[in-house]
């Protein structure tokens, strides 16, 4: 799986639209893009992902560059229950019985505050 | 709606003593499987995965074993702990992938297991 790049550390105001950033430069063509978050002290949560168009759902709009090399997260109205560690994934999707490894670097630690 | 449930949510062992992890999955079928562990600070290993019902495969030669005795259920054993299998222990569950179509990963709440 590719590599991806993210900015360490993030703040956001509370009500305001978060952009997560990440690069993947070396990214395949037929590798997606994942975003999942962990809460401290519980299990990773998924949020979205795509190939090559933008994609939008309850959570979040995930914005990918044309040349695939980077993508942004947006979380339209934060909150503080927002506060959490970002992961960005860059995989490739299993196919009829094999699995497909996770792996997660270090994240961006997002800070929602008032 | 699918939902993943672990338990204990957190387990203190003496070093040398058995482990037994549990998870089960509700609302699917047929789910792949998945055992990871966080240790503190670092990211996620994956430990064990299981297409099916018996079947597993081991990413990472341990101490720890797994197995699959009904469809929806997992779990991950030791016989002896060591100090070094501290760590947050997660299960995950994703469809079976039939070709073309996406398997997203989706994680349970997780056990922290301390081994004193």
């Known amino acids: 799986d590719a590599k991806t790049t993210q900015p360490t550390s993030m703040d956001c ?29 519980q299990g990773p949560q998924y949020i979205i992902h795509g ?10 709009s995930l914005i990918i560059t044309e040349d695939r090399k980077s993508s942004t997260l947006i979380l339209p109205h934060a909150t503080l229950r927002d506060t959490a560690v970002y992961y960005c994934i860059v995989r490739v999707n299993a196919g009829g019985t094999s ?9 961006t630690i997002l800070t929602v505050h008032p | ?6 338990w204990p949510a957190t387990l203190v062992q003496p070093v040398g003593s ?3 992890l549990e998870c089960t999955v509700e609302g699917t079928s047929n789910p792949n ?18 297409v099916g019902i018996g079947q597993i495969s081991s990413e990472v030669p341990q101490n720890l074993s797994a197995s699959r005795p009904q469809d929806r259920q997992f779990i991950l054993s030791s016989k002896k702990l060591l100090l070094s299998d501290s760590g947050f222990y997660l299960c995950a569950w994703s469809l079976r992938n039939r070709g073309g179509s996406t398997d997203t990963q989706y994680f349970g709440p997780g056990t922290r297991l301390t081994v004193l």
Do not use: D
């Open chain 1, 51 to 60: 190939l090559k168009n933008n994609e939008t759902n309850e959570m979040a």
């Open chain 2, 33 to 50: 499987l998945y055992w990871y562990r966080q240790a503190a600070g670092r990211g996620l290993q994956l430990l064990f995965y299981s």
């Open chain 1, 99 to 107: 699995y497909g490894k996770l792996t997660f670097g270090q994240g």
């Open chain 2, 18 to 20: 058995p482990l037994s």
């Open chain 2, 1 to 6: 709606s699918q939902t993943i449930h672990q």
């Open chain 1, 13 to 41: 105001a509370e009500g305001r639209a978060a952009n997560l950033p990440c690069n993947h430069s070396t990214i395949s063509g037929n590798e997606y893009v994942y975003w999942y978050r962990q809460i401290h002290s």
